[in-house]
């Protein structure tokens, strides 16, 4: 009687770690099917995109998409990655892709986890540039395969937006 006690024991201990073990790797399977951001960008229904101009990591769980939607204008949205999706927390702007200038502006400010950020991004029309600051910050460069460049730097919102930017491309 003792042995099949501790038979059903040991059965129920090796079915209990089988199925914790086939849990994680539903899990892990469905993780990595979710974090195509490609495929959510294609399948969003918030996000109406022509052309993808380019795609940057810009921190730990989060990406900045540049795009266009016909028109010859780009938007940047600012996408957070979650535990099984992605959210996006902002689509800033129209700017135009052909400027005789050498750089077009966008600011926004947006909520992001319950903290104000502000996105300032922008087109840059020197291909060969391989630094670019803003008002003497660092702003990540994203280049295209079209002879332009994006730019933009993410920091928190200091409460106040100046109208007076220098953008200098090195």
């Known amino acids: 009687m003792n042995d099949a006690r501790h038979g059903f024991k040991r059965r129920a201990i090796v079915i209990g770690i089988l199925l914790i073990l086939a849990g994680a790797l539903l899990f892990c399977l469905f993780r990595a099917g979710s974090r195509?951001?490609?495929?959510?960008?294609m399948s969003s229904g918030s996000l109406d995109v022509n052309e993808t101009l380019s795609l940057d990591e810009a921190g730990e769980d989060t990406y900045v998409?540049?795009?266009?939607r016909g028109g010859g204008t780009a938007y940047?949205?600012?996408?957070?990655?979650r535990l099984?999706?992605?959210d996006i927390s902002e689509i800033s702007g129209q700017l135009?892709?052909?400027s005789e200038k050498p750089y077009t502006l966008m600011i926004s400010v947006y909520d992001a986890d319950g903290e104000k950020q502000q996105l300032t991004w922008g087109v840059?029309?020197?291909?060969d540039a391989s630094e670019v600051t803003v008002n003497g910050r660092e702003a990540k460069l994203s280049p295209t395969q079209y002879g332009f460049s994006f730019f933009y730097l993410m920091e928190p919102y200091s409460g106040d937006i100046t109208d007076e930017y220098t953008v200098v491309a090195n």
């Open 36 to 41: 195509d951001i490609t495929r959510f960008i």
């Open 65 to 68: 998409l540049f795009f266009t």
């Open 76 to 81: 940047c949205a600012v996408i957070e990655e």
């Open 84 to 86: 099984f999706s992605y």
């Open 96 to 98: 135009p892709l052909a």
């Open 124 to 127: 840059l029309n020197h291909s």
